[in-house]
T-cell receptor
Framework: QKEVEQDPGPLSVPEGAIVSLNCTYS??????FMWYRQYSRKGPELLMY????GNKEDGRFTAQVDKSSKYISLFIRDSQPSDSATYLC????????????????FGKGMKLTVNP | DGGITQSPKYLFRKEGQNVTLSCEQN?????MYWYRQDPGQGLRLIYY???????QKGDIAEGYSVSREKKESFPLTVTSAQKNPTAFYLC?????????????FGEGSRLTVL
């Protein structure tokens, strides 16, 4: 079983839809959970960061972490064409995120298209 | 503006040639990283450095080399020993301590081997 699993999609939705992006993981030591957004031919940028369990909201974006189920989600409300990008989940057991057992592990990314 | 600058953005190389990808940051970050991204795959760590003059292998270091002579610079050399070098290469940096240690990424360098 891979450490982090993410449905690669692609996912296509109409403008205004609620989008749910998900990742599952197997390492119960993970405590730091992130969502990165990557536009085509660009580097990823941090969208949401959550430590341990719970929800975090930032505008139209909500990140949820369920450590008991080893499941994280990113919800996008009122999706816009500008949200069209690849979304990568990432997680780590510790900070700083360097190599070895402390490395940051990325999902494969889900490509989202929001159609006007 | 603070950030990470990668160059060149696109690079073509013949088989058997070494190429060096540049990465410069002005964020005053101690830690720097090189990742490789292939279609349908997550980011894979090539090398990382926590401080000047020190660096460690990541998961896929074979065929690559790095140096860290200055805090702001972390160049990556793709050698002829790398069997499948065509990929999108991403450089990143972060603080080593304190909260909010997110990775800041450059815009990437796309290497194509002809």
């Amino acid at each position: 079983q891979k450490e982090v699993e993410q449905d690669p999609g692609p996912l296509s939705v109409p403008e205004g839809a609620i989008v749910s992006l998900n990742c599952t993981y197997s390492n119960s030591a993970f405590q730091y959970f992130m969502w990165y957004r990557q536009y085509s031919r660009k580097g990823p940028e941090l969208l949401m960061y959550t430590y341990s369990s719970g929800n975090k909201e930032d505008g139209r974006f909500t990140a949820q972490v369920d450590k008991s189920s080893k499941y994280i989600s990113l919800f996008i409300r009122d999706s816009q064409p500008s949200d069209s990008a690849t979304y990568l989940c990432a997680m780590s057991a510790s900070w700083p995120w360097v190599g070895g057992s402390e490395k940051l592990v990325f999902g494969k990314g889900m490509k989202l298209t929001v159609n006007p | 503006d603070g950030g990470i600058t990668q160059s060149p953005k696109y690079l073509f190389r013949k088989e058997g040639q070494n190429v060096t990808l540049s990465c410069e940051q002005n964020l005053n970050h101690d830690a720097m990283y090189w990742y490789r991204q292939d279609p349908g795959q997550g980011l894979r760590l090539i090398y990382y450095s926590q401080i000047v003059n020190d660096f460690q292998k990541g998961d896929i270091a074979e065929g690559y080399s790095v140096s860290r002579e200055k805090k702001e610079s972390f160049p990556l050399t793709v050698t002829s020993a790398q069997k499948n070098p065509t990929a999108f290469y991403l450089c990143a940096s972060s603080r080593r301590q304190g909260p909010g240690g997110e990775l800041f990424f450059g815009e990437g360098s796309r290497l194509t081997v002809l």
